[in-house]
């Protein structure tokens, strides 16, 4: 992924909220919440798990599979829409809000 000039790099925890079906429902960041105004798109990368040297027993899970949702976000109805980049890393229950763009 390349970063654009409207772009923010963050890497900061979020909670993140979810419907029945698991597409993402708001985003809870910078104490305000950020109701998802559009379709979300979700894919999978993998870690380069060659480069982090970890061992895991059989049967540990997946290990190298990177969960992303892009989101676009506003904070009311009037407000200007902002897309962030959500990421969970293997093994991971946190999310980590990756990026925001506008």
Not at 42 to 67: K, Q, Y
């Amino acid at each position: 992924m390349t970063a654009v000039a409207n772009e923010t790099t963050l890497d900061v925890d979020v909670d993140v909220r979810f419907t029945p079906a698991g597409t993402p429902l708001a985003v809870r960041f910078d104490g305000r919440i950020w109701a998802v105004a559009a379709d979300p798109v979700h894919w999978f990368s993998r870690n380069a798990w060659w480069d982090t040297r970890r061992t895991a027993a059989v049967g540990s899970g997946d290990l190298v599979s990177i969960e992303y949702w892009r989101v676009q976000v506003r904070l009311g109805s009037n407000s200007a829409l902002r897309t962030f980049t959500l990421r969970r890393n293997p093994l991971s229950t946190r999310w980590l809000l990756e990026s925001i763009s506008d």
